[in-house]
């Protein structure tokens, strides 16, 4: 399992415990929130970046298996 696999595992197992508490809690938990939503986001352009070296691929008339 590579480094990243294993932070975005992590990421996720936290996201789903969430953060038990009041006051300070909602800064950790506001953090979280926002860890989340930046993973998601480099997810969400490394695959738009996989779907497009895909179709240039294809279009090159490479054959994908």
């Known amino acids: 399992m590579s480094t990243q696999t294993a932070k975005v595992q992590s990421l996720m197992q936290a996201c789903q415990r969430g953060v038990n ?28 970046a996989l779907r497009k070296d895909r179709d240039s691929l294809l279009e090159a008339g490479a054959h994908l298996f």
């Open 21 to 48: 508490g009041k006051g300070p809690a909602l800064d950790a938990a506001n953090n979280l929130l926002a860890e989340c939503y930046g993973m998601l986001g480099k997810l969400a352009a490394e695959n738009e």
